[in-house]
């Protein structure tokens, strides 16, 4: 299958609010699946939105810890208060590594690949990685929520 082109900011795509899939089963839906994860895997992803491939639909694909999340339609209903700071990077954003602060914890209900409802508690990579995607189908992008880190200045 042919690895898709990824979109680059400051391509407009990428802060489009996303319209919703609503034949999970229709051919170009689910080509559009299978070339996602081929892209992704190839650029070493760990999660890729179908803005970043030039689609304002919402799906995106996410692998951690070997396991495969294709995710159709995706919400997050619940964000835990506890939050932390990790460095995340985007492949939208070649070799751009910023702090950004996001919910510890979150819960997703989605569709997958078959049209099932699935739902997903999360904390870690994986937790940070559904953020991160599912801002991109609502147009946020990971640059609007960096952290300033304050350096200590020697007296």
């Not at 995706?74 to 590594?97: D, H």
């Not at 739902?119 to 952290?147: M, N």
Request: net charge positive; charged share 30%.
């Amino acid at each position: 299958m042919p690895e898709l082109k990824i979109v680059e900011y400051p391509n407009p795509i990428l802060s489009k609010v996303t319209e919703p899939v609503l034949d999970v089963k229709k051919p170009s839906i689910q080509k559009l699946i299978a070339n996602m994860l081929e892209t992704m895997e190839a650029n070493n992803g760990v999660g890729l939105a179908a803005p970043q491939v030039g689609k304002s639909v919402r799906l995106c694909v996410i692998r951690v810890d070997d396991m495969t999340y294709i995710l159709i339609n995706p919400r997050v209903t619940y964000k835990s208060w506890l939050q932390e700071t990790w460095e995340e990077g985007c492949l939208s954003f070649p070799g751009k590594f910023i702090p950004v602060k996001r919910p510890k914890k979150v819960r997703v209900k989605a569709q997958n690949e078959l049209g099932e409802e699935i739902a997903i508690k999360a904390e870690g990579l994986l937790s940070r990685a559904l953020q991160h995607e599912i801002d991109h189908l609502d147009g946020k992008l990971y640059i609007e929520k960096e952290v300033k880190i304050r350096k200590k200045v020697k007296k």
